[in-house]
């Protein structure tokens, strides 16, 4: 009865995200990532979650999305791959402490990664809550190249 | 599409409340003033666009080979 009162909890405080892409991932809720308007261009997916890759500490995260399990991105911190960046970021809106995150398109032929430094992810670390920040008017691109991924690029 | 005609300083609004003024008029290049609720999100076109194509694009690379471990990311922040 107590296991059974358990799994019951348990069941109710994840999510169970099937991907054909990333596999079967149980998420729980305290880890889910509200993007109320979604991201640019894809309104629909408004729940996501990161994941750390495996095999060590690395400057990148995956941003699964539980709406749409497909949906993946690669994410980079870019605070701490371009130390300036952070300074160029709006004053936070909400007092706490918020994650900066960036998306990385990586194409093939020849592979390229490039880091999203004109559009970023804000996330509140308190509410989980996070949006789509669009940088206009500044000098960052969507299209930043990431030549060497654990070395900072030399100041800009 | 609805066609107005403004002159330099008319506004136009927006359901309740958007408004849209006309603040300069210079050659080919028109100011807009916009006054809207912080949860309207406004944007050039063309930044609009290039952003919605490289999410698109993000989406769609090769990231499956560094398939992730199932290791849920929680309140704490990075720490560098």
Redesign the interface.
């Known amino acids: 009865m107590a296991e059974a009162a358990r799994q019951e909890l348990t069941a109710t405080a994840a999510v169970t995200v099937q991907s054909a892409?990333?596999?079967t991932?149980?998420?729980?809720e305290?880890?889910i990532l509200t993007f109320a308007?979604g991201?640019?261009?894809?309104p629909q997916a408004t729940r996501f979650?990161?994941?750390?890759?495996?095999?060590g500490p690395s400057p990148?995260?995956?941003l699964?999305s539980i709406d749409l399990p497909d949906?993946?991105?690669?994410v980079c911190?870019p605070?701490?791959l371009w130390p300036a960046y952070a300074a160029e970021l709006p004053a936070a809106e909400g007092a706490g402490?918020v994650?900066v995150l960036a998306?990385?398109?990586?194409?093939?032929e020849p592979r390229t990664l490039t880091a999203?430094l004109?559009?970023p992810l804000l996330i509140d670390?308190?509410t989980?809550r996070g949006r789509?920040l669009?940088l206009?008017g500044s000098r960052y691109s969507?299209?930043q190249p990431l030549t060497q991924p654990t070395d900072p690029p030399a100041t800009r | 599409m609805l066609i107005l005609t403004r002159k330099l300083g008319e506004v136009i609004r927006v359901g309740d409340a958007v408004t849209v003024r006309v603040l300069e008029v210079k050659g080919n290049q028109v100011r807009l003033g916009i006054e809207a609720p912080a949860d309207v999100?406004i944007?050039?076109e063309e930044?609009?666009r290039?952003?919605?194509?490289?999410?698109?694009?993000?989406?769609l690379?090769?990231?499956?080979p560094?398939?992730?471990?199932?290791?849920?990311?929680?309140?704490?922040?990075?720490r560098?």
């Open positions: 892409r990333f596999g991932h149980t998420v729980p305290e880890c308007e991201l640019v261009g894809i979650w990161l994941a750390e890759p495996a095999g990148f995260r995956y699964l949906l993946g991105f690669l911190d605070c701490q402490d994650q998306i990385v398109t990586v194409r093939d999203n004109l559009a670390c308190e989980r789509q669009v206009d969507t299209r | 999100r944007y050039r930044v609009y290039a952003i919605r194509r490289e999410n698109e694009e993000a989406a690379g090769q990231i499956d560094l398939a992730p471990a199932a290791t849920p990311w929680r309140k704490q922040l990075d560098n």
